[in-house]
């Protein structure tokens, strides 16, 4: 079976430093990576999804970007960490068929101070 | 471009009361519709998803949605809450933009009262 894992759960991170979010996928080959990012209220936002090894497409303009290593591999990164950066992250696959759903992990709730 | 909307953003009910959470979606095509489910601090849970045929789906923990191409609609049901229904409920959007992508609405936090 498939599963996803995301790390870390919580991060707690100084204005101006960098971020690594990493989240990987096993049990499944070429799928459809997801990142999104969840705000009080605002429901999912999709920040970026890639469908292949190096393939990123940025779905809004941030401080954020993305990338993907390896075909199950995703990466979610920033130089320099805003205040604004501070929410929960979750990462997500689907099969790259157009007719599925897209499983998600367990989120990372990054708080930068 | 697809679009969400989910015009409740809190609802209370009565334990062993019946829910209904609404959802409205813009595509121009037939969509993919899904709900989930979030607990607190949590990922997010496939509920069920509609793609084709019968407009009344099924899925887990007792709920159900109806897709109404009319109305433009795919509103979740819950015959009789449970407390550990109280969550938080996405719906969502499936469709072609470029590639496939989910869009998902703001969400609606569901409040089980004793």
């Known amino acids: 079976s498939q599963t996803i894992h995301q790390w870390p759960a919580t991060l707690v991170q100084p204005v101006g430093s960098p971020l690594s979010l990493e989240c990987t996928v096993e049990g499944t080959s070429n799928p459809n990576l997801y990142w999104y990012r969840q705000a009080a209220g605002r429901g999912l936002q999709l920040l970026f999804y890639?469908?292949?090894?190096?393939?990123i497409s940025s779905e809004v303009p941030q401080n954020l970007s993305a990338s993907r290593p390896q075909d199950r591999q995703f990466i979610l990164s920033s130089k320099k960490l805003l205040l604004s950066d501070s929410g929960f992250y979750l990462c997500a696959w689907s099969d790259p068929r157009p007719n599925t759903e897209a499983f998600f992990g367990q989120g990372t709730r990054l708080t930068v101070v | 471009a697809q679009s969400v909307t989910q015009p409740d953003i809190h609802i209370t009910v009565s334990e062993g009361a019946s829910l209904e959470l609404r959802c409205n979606y813009s595509?121009?095509?037939?969509?993919?519709l899904f709900w989930y489910v979030q607990s607190p601090g949590q990922g997010l849970q496939l509920l069920l998803k509609?793609?084709?045929?019968?407009?009344l789906v099924q899925g887990i923990k007792g709920f159900e949605a109806e897709f109404k191409r009319s109305q433009s609609s795919f509103n979740l049901r819950k015959p009789s809450v449970h407390w550990s229904d109280a969550a938080e409920y996405f719906c969502?959007?499936?469709?072609?933009?470029?590639?496939?992508?989910?869009?998902f609405g703001a969400g609606t936090t569901v409040t089980v009262r004793a």
């Open positions: 509609y793609f084709s045929g019968d407009t």
């Open positions: 969502a959007v499936g469709a072609f933009s470029n590639d496939y992508k989910l869009s």
């Open positions: 595509y121009g095509a037939t969509p993919y």
């Open positions: 890639s469908v292949g090894i190096g393939q």
